[in-house]
């Protein structure tokens, strides 16, 4: 691991921050999390993608 480029390292240390903040949380409360982190980014940034509605969404399932 220590010849990774800095990138490298900045996204694993990243997903252990990620993964230490979610260890104990059900599904459901995983999701909520990551959506919420979506939103907030959206709110800083404005939103790249349009979300689809869930009437789009239970087409595809």
């Known amino acids: 691991m220590t010849n ?4 490298v390292r900045e996204v694993h240390e990243i ?7 979610t260890k ?3 599904i459901l409360e995983e999701i ?6 979506v939103t907030e980014s ?6 790249m ?3 689809p509605d869930s009437k789009q969404i ?4």
């Open 4 to 7: 990774e480029p800095k990138a």
């Open 24 to 26: 104990n949380m059900t």
């Open 42 to 47: 959206e709110k800083r940034r404005g939103r």
């Open 32 to 37: 909520a999390f990551y959506n919420n982190a």
């Open 58 to 61: 239970r087409k595809v399932i």
């Open 49 to 51: 993608f349009k979300r």
């Open 15 to 21: 997903r252990l921050k990620l993964q230490e903040q």
